[in-house]
Each structure stands twice: as C-alpha cells, then as structure tokens.
C-alpha cells in the first residue's frame, strides 16, 4: 500500500531561518510522482512541484529546494531564508504513473505547519 | 478567471439536510475530483471522473453523490447530512495527458459545517 509520512507536525521558525520539512513515502510500484502543496491560512492548495521516480536530481526554485532520494524514500523541502509569507501547512503527496483518472489519486501526507515569525 | 471554481464556498446546515457542491473548470481538463479535508487537515480522495466516467470511487458512504454533466462540470450531492460530514470538500482537474494527468489544479474549497 502508498504511504506518505511526515513526521513533523508543526514547525516554528524565526524569519530568515533556513528550514527543511521531511517527507518519507512508501510505495511497491517502480514508477510513481511526488509532490509538495502548500496551503496557506487563506485555504487553498497551491501545487509547488511535481518528482517521476526516475528523477533524482535535486531542484531549486528561488528560495525553494528539494531533496529526493529513492535510497531513503525520502522526498524533502528546504525552505532557506524563510519569510513570514511562508507561513503555511504544507503537504507531501504520491501518485501512482499512468492516466485516464486514476493517477489522480494523490496519496497526502498529514501536512507539516510551518509557523514563520518576524 | 478562475480555473476551478467551486460554489458555495460556505455552506452551514442542519443535520439531515440534503446539500449540493457545485465545481466547474474552464482549463479544458479531461479529469475531475472530488477531496475532503476533514478537521484535523487530513486530505483525502473521494471521486474521481474521467470524461464524465467515474474512475474511482473510494470508500465514502452511498449519501454521496456526484454528478458530472459533462466533462467541465463534477458536482457533489450529499444526502443526509451527518455531524461528520463537516470538513472542506474540494474539487480539482488535472489534463487527459500521461504527461500532465496527475498534476492537479485544485479549487478554493467548500467549507461544509453540520450543525
């Protein structure tokens, strides 16, 4: 069965502190997607990057980072110089390959609140 | 021009009430879902449509009951209504292409409260 677990459930960091949220996923197919969304107070999910397990390069998006390693199971977020605007629960997600409906099956995480202060 | 728009994006009602959540998406996807977020944030799938055919179908009670019109529009009755429905239902749509087909576009959700 998929899995994804983030152990950290609620973060507080000062402003311009570098931080890194953990996700560990579990999953028997060879081929899957990883995800982050962030949801801020306002509520709505705003889709931040999708991984194929085949890809194991790291990306960076400004201040944005992620860490994937298949060894680990392991898909992890860095936020460097966080910002209160950065204040947000944000979520880990799987999905199996493929289309037709079903690879919209995102398998979430519990989510990890980041609370960011000034 | 809201890519997926959902209405009522709040909706307060009495327990055994029959309600309607309505989504529609102008981004031309081939897919749409339904997810609910319950109190504690956790999100879960509950339906999904492929041009208008339901693909899954995960273990929600039989008082809920989607509809899709046509490929542009999924919307969700619920029947009944139970303290436990309350949560943040939101309904998303993702492109018809294996590239693409799990990238989902979620809309701004729909607070459900049962009173």
């Known amino acids: 069965a998929q899995k994804v677990t983030q152990a950290q459930t609620e973060i507080s960091v000062v402003e311009k502190e570098d931080v890194t949220l953990d996700c560990v996923y579990e999953?028997?197919?060879?081929?899957?997607?990883l995800f982050w969304y962030k949801q801020p107070p306002s509520g709505e999910l705003v889709f931040l990057i999708r991984r194929n397990s085949f890809d194991e390069q790291n990306e960076i998006s400004g201040r944005y980072s992620w860490n994937f390693q298949k060894s680990t199971s392991s898909f992890n977020f860095t936020i460097t110089a966080s910002q209160v605007v950065d204040s947000a629960v944000y979520f880990c997600a799987l999905s199996e390959a493929g289309y037709g409906g079903s690879q919209g099956n995102l398998i979430f995480g519990k989510g990890t609140k980041l609370s960011v202060k000034p | 021009d809201t890519a997926v728009s959902q209405t009522p994006k709040y909706l307060v009602t009495q327990m055994g009430n029959d309600k309607s959540i309505k989504c529609e998406q102008n981004l031309g996807h081939d897919t749409m879902y339904w997810y609910k977020q319950d109190s504690k944030k956790f999100l879960k799938i509950m339906f999904s449509y492929n041009n208008k055919e339901l693909i899954i179908n995960e273990t929600v009670p039989n008082r809920f009951s989607p509809k899709s019109p046509d490929k542009a529009h999924l919307n969700l009755h619920i029947n009944s209504l139970e303290l436990g429905d309350s949560a943040v239902y939101f309904c998303?749509?993702?492109?018809?292409?294996?590239?693409?087909?799990?990238?989902?576009?979620f809309g701004a959700g729909s607070r459900l409260t049962v009173l």
């Open positions: 999953t028997r197919d060879t081929t899957y997607y």
């Open positions: 998303a749509s993702s492109p018809g292409t294996p590239s693409g087909a799990n990238v989902l576009t």
